[in-house]
Every structure is written in C-alpha cells, then in structure tokens.
C-alpha cells in the first residue's frame, strides 16, 4: 500500500538531467515508478501500484470517445518508467523536461499518491494564495465534495 506522500522541497537537477529524489518520497514511491505529463504544466510521478490503477482506468474508457482518447494519450503517451539508480537519482526525460519547462531548479511536491515535479517559477506563480483564495477553495471542496 502507498503511503500518503507529503509536503515540499527544493531540488536540482544535474547537467545529465538526473534528480535527487528525496527519501521521504522515495519511502512512497518506491525503487521502480511511472513519470509522466501533469495537467498543470508539471511532471507526475505514481507510484507503479497507483500507476496500474490508473492505467486500468484510462484502458476502460471507449476507444469510440474522441476526447477520451485524447485524455489517454495525454497521460499513457507521455509515461516512462523509472528506476532509481545507486544514489537514489532518476533521469528525468528531455520531452518531459520541455513539457514542464524544467531546466535546473526543481519543487518536488507530495500530493497524496503520486508527486510532483514542477518548476520553480511555475510552482510560485500557481500556488501563492492568500487568505481569502483558501477561504474560495475550501468553501468549494465541502460543497463538491465533503471536505
């Protein structure tokens, strides 16, 4: 079972494109993992269990649905797998690094499942709320959700 993945730090990548993943993610995310294309101009990183479970679910959606199919493709075209090598590094692809706009300076963030590997620039920006942003959020979340 996955454990939860939290909180966040600063990393860089090498001159080879490699990262340091920290050992509290690593404890989530285990030796071998499925990097792919986020939807907020970001990586994923899933753990191969959560993987598989959403890949199970990507699969079940029909073949005749067009934005289904790109909905898949967005995620299962974009996926590689990952090992850690011998100083707990991973290579991060050069298609994934243009995505995400990652050159050096990397925010690794727990999020529940899965990771996330976003760039400095684009981690501020997008997530600098105040006050009255979390209040909008969170009234939001019991609504839809319960939370």
């Known amino acids: 079972m996955t454990r939860g993945m939290k909180g966040q730090s600063n990393h860089s990548l090498d001159s080879k494109g490699r990262l340091i993943i920290p050992s509290r993610l690593r404890d989530g995310l285990g030796s071998n993992f499925v990097l792919c294309k ?11 269990d959560e993987w598989e479970k959403f890949s199970d679910k990507l699969n079940a959606l029909p073949v005749s649905d ?11 075209g974009s996926a590689c797998d990952c090992e850690l090598d011998g100083n707990s590094r991973i290579v991060i692809p050069q298609a994934l690094r243009e995505w995400a706009g990652i050159d050096k300076e990397v925010v690794m963030v727990g999020n529940g499942t ?28 019991s609504e839809k959700y319960g939370i």
């Not at 067009?66 to 299962?76: D, L, S, T, V, Y």
């Open 66 to 76: 067009k934005e289904a199919r790109k909905f898949k493709r967005f995620f299962q």
């Open 38 to 48: 986020g939807m907020d101009k970001n990586i994923y990183a899933y753990p191969a």
């Open 114 to 141: 899965i990771a996330e590997i976003w760039n400095v620039e684009r981690w501020n920006a997008g997530n600098d709320f105040n006050e009255g942003d979390i209040d909008d959020i969170s009234a939001e979340m």
